[in-house]
C-alpha cells in the first residue's frame, strides 16, 4: 500500500495542530463559571473537563470545544461530590462522601444513567480509574486507600497499602501504581503495584494538607498543596526527589489533573472557580495515516506515521508504542521508512534520533492481535528523550489516534484520505461554507457499508451533507444527503465522495479539537474506515 501522498498530509495535519497556539507555562487562564466550592477535577482524551461542583451537589462538563465556556451537568442524586475521574470511554467516575458512596456516570445515553460501584465507604474523598477500569478510592475517614476490582462488576472491595492519615486524593500512572495525596501527614505516597499493592514510598516533602494529585504521561506526579495555595510537579526522573512549584496564587484549591498536553487543570476552590495552566509548547509532534485499520485477527494492520521536532536541539531514542493499558493481546512494532518511497529503513523497534529546527521521521507502524479488539481512538506514544528527560507529542484525536478492530471474521478495511482546497488539513468556512474530498479503498471484505459525519462527540456549529462523487470531475452521482450507503464496497472500489460543509456559528482556529469525522461503518455501526479535516470559520 503506496501512501507517499498520506504523508505528505501527515504533515500538512501535524503543521496544522502546531499552528494552534500554546501559552507558556504560569500563564493562568479561567474557565467557564458558576461553580461553588467545586473541589475535584478531571479531563478526558478530547480535552472536556469535568468538576466536582460540591456545593451545588452536582457533577459539571466543561466543553472544550468553543473555548470552554459550554457546561453541561451529568448524572443525578449526589450530595457532595468531591472526588472526579473519567475513563477513556468518557464514563464518569464520582466520590460522594454525602453518600458515603462511589458512583459512575455512564457516557452511553448522555450521562443520565448512574450506578453505585462497591460498598463499605467512610467519606470517601477521591477516585481515580485506570486502563482496566478498576476504581481507586482515597476513603478519608477510615484513612484507607482502596480498589474497587472492575472484574465482577464492581462488587469487590480491597484495601491498598497502609500508613495513610486522611488520605483525600489518588491517582494511578500507566504501571498501576497508585499516588496519594495523604493529607493527615502532609505527604505525598506511591503505592507500587508490583507485588500487590504492599510497598508504600513517600515522595519528596514540603507539602502542607495536599489535596490533589495527577500523574502526566512521563509519570511526573503534580499536587495540589492547598495550604501553600500552589500546584506543585514532583519530577518523575531521579526518583521522585525534585519538586517544582509551576503555579500559586490560588486560595484553598482541592483538585488537580492534567491532559495529554500536559496543560494543568486545577479546582481553585475557594475562588468558586476552575483554572487552566497551559504547558510549554511541546517540542514534538506526530501524525498517522491512514487513521483507522478493520482486519481479522491474525493478520497485521499497518499504518504510516511521522514524527517531527520543532525545536532547536536533537532529539534522541525517538520511538513509538502503545499506551500504558492497551487492549488485551494486542502488540505493535515500528520501524523507520523512507517518506519519499516509504521503503522500509534502519531496524525493526530500533529507536532513533531526530535532529531540531522542523527535523522529521517518518515510520511504519504494525499492530497483531490475539484476540478481538475494538479501540476507537487509540493514542500511540510518540515519545523522545532530550538530556534524560522525556519528550512527549501531544495527543490530537483523528491526528495521532487510530481507530482499531480486530475481528474474529473476515471483515472490510478502508483506506481513507481527505483532501482540502488549502492543501493544509483545515476547511476554512470564512464565507460560512466549505467542501473538502474524501477518497476510499477497500483493501478487505467486501460489506454493506455507509459514509456519515461526526463531530468525535464535540459540539460544533457546522452541518454537513454528502454524496459519491465522480472520481474524475468530483461531480456528484447523486443529491447530497446526510450519509450515503453502498449496498456492496466490494474488495478493491474505490469510491470517491464530497463533503459540503455550512457553518452555523462561530469556530475559532483549534484543529485539535474542531473537527469533522468522515467514518465508513457497517450495518451494526461497527468503523471499517475514517479520516477527519480541522474546520474553522477564521
Keep these: ?20 497556539p500554546a501559552s507558556q507555562a504560569q500563564t493562568i487562564v479561567t474557565l467557564a463559571s458558576g461553580f461553588k466550592y467545586p473541589q475535584g477535577v478531571a479531563v478526558d482524551g478530547s480535552g472536556n473537563v469535568f468538576v466536582a461542583d460540591t456545593a451545588n451537589g452536582v457533577v ?25 475521574a473519567v475513563d477513556r470511554s468518557g464514563n464518569v467516575f464520582v466520590g460522594d462522601p454525602g453518600n458515603d458512596a462511589v458512583f459512575e456516570i455512564l457516557a452511553a445515553g448522555g450521562y443520565v444513567t448512574v450506578k453505585t460501584l462497591g460498598s463499605g465507604f ?22 484507607t486507600v482502596k ?33 496519594v495525596a495523604d493529607a493527615g501527614n502532609n505527604a505525598v505516597k506511591e503505592i507500587v503495584a508490583s507485588g500487590g499493592y ?19 504521561g512521563a509519570d511526573n506526579v503534580f499536587v495540589a498543596d492547598t495550604y501553600n495555595n500552589a500546584i506543585k510537579e514532583i ?18 484549591l482541592t483538585g488537580v489533573a492534567v491532559d495529554g498536553t500536559g496543560d494543568v487543570f486545577v479546582a481553585d476552590t475557594f475562588n468558586n472557580s476552575i483554572k487552566e495552566i497551559p504547558s510549554a509548547p511541546s517540542a514534538l509532534f506526530a501524525s498517522v495515516l491512514p487513521g483507522s485499520r478493520s482486519v481479522e485477527i491474525g493478520h497485521p494492520a499497518t499504518i504510516f506515521a511521522t514524527m ?30 523512507n517518506p519519499t518511497t516509504n521503503a522500509l529503513t534502519g531496524t525493526p523497534d530500533t529507536p532513533v534520533t531526530i535532529p531540531g529546527n522542523n527535523g522529521s521521521q517518518s515510520f511504519v507502524i504494525g499492530f497483531q492481535g490475539t484476540a478481538v479488539v475494538n479501540a476507537p481512538g ?49 476547511v476554512h468556512l470564512s464565507s460560512g461554507s466549505g467542501s473538502f474530498a474524501v477518497a476510499s479503498d477497500n483493501i478487505g471484505s467486501p460489506a454493506a457499508i455507509t459514509a456519515a459525519i461526526d463531530y468525535n462527540g464535540a459540539t460544533l456549529p457546522v452541518s454537513a451533507l454528502i454524496c459519491q462523487s465522480n472520481p474524475a470531475t468530483g461531480s456528484c452521482l447523486a443529491s447530497p444527503t446526510s450519509s450515503v450507503t453502498i449496498g456492496n464496497f466490494a474488495t478493491g472500489a474505490t469510491p470517491t465522495f464530497s463533503v459540503f460543509l455550512t457553518a452555523t456559528g462561530s469556530i475559532s482556529f483549534n484543529p485539535a479539537d474542531s473537527r469533522v469525522f468522515f467514518r465508513f461503518l457497517d450495518t451494526s455501526g461497527a468503523e471499517h474506515g475514517a479520516t477527519s479535516v480541522a474546520v474553522t470559520t477564521n
Design 1 to 20: 500500500m503506496k501512501l507517499s501522498a498520506g504523508l505528505l498530509s501527515a504533515v500538512a495535519l501535524i503543521g496544522c495542530a502546531i499552528a494552534s
Design 60 to 84: 459539571k462538563e466543561i466543553l472544550a470545544t468553543g473555548g470552554y465556556t459550554t457546561v453541561n451537568t451529568l448524572g443525578s442524586g449526589l450530595v457532595s461530590p468531591q472526588g472526579i
Design 122 to 143: 467512610t467519606y470517601p474523598y477521591g477516585v481515580a480509574v485506570d486502563g482496566s477500569g478498576n476504581v481507586f478510592v482515597a476513603d478519608t475517614l477510615s484513612s
Design 147 to 179: 480498589e474497587i476490582v472492575a472484574a465482577g462488576g464492581y462488587t469487590t472491595v480491597n484495601t491498598l497499602g497502609s500508613g495513610f492519615s486522611y488520605p483525600t486524593a489518588v491517582t494511578v500512572d500507566s504501571s498501576g501504581n497508585v499516588f
Design 198 to 216: 504492599v510497598t508504600v514510598n513517600t515522595l519528596a516533602g514540603g507539602f502542607n494538607t495536599p489535596n490533589g494529585v495527577a500523574v502526566d
Design 235 to 252: 519530577v518523575a526522573s531521579g526518583g521522585y526527589a525534585t519538586v517544582n512549584t509551576i503555579a500559586d496564587g490560588f486560595f484553598l
Design 308 to 337: 517531527i521536532n520543532i525545536g532547536t536541539s536533537n532529539l534522541d531514542n525517538c520511538q513509538v508504542s502503545l499506551p500504558g493499558f492497551p487492549p488485551y493481546g494486542l502488540t505493535l512494532n515500528f520501524q523507520t521508512t
Design 378 to 426: 487509540l493514542p500511540l506514544n510518540f515519545t523522545c528523550q532530550q538530556s534524560n528527560a522525556l519528550v512527549t507529542a501531544p495527543v490530537f484525536p483523528g491526528v495521532n489516534t487510530v481507530d482499531l478492530f480486530l475481528s474474529s471474521t473476515p471483515v472490510a478495511d478502508v483506506i481513507a484520505l481527505a483532501a482540502t482546497a488549502s492543501n493544509d488539513g483545515t
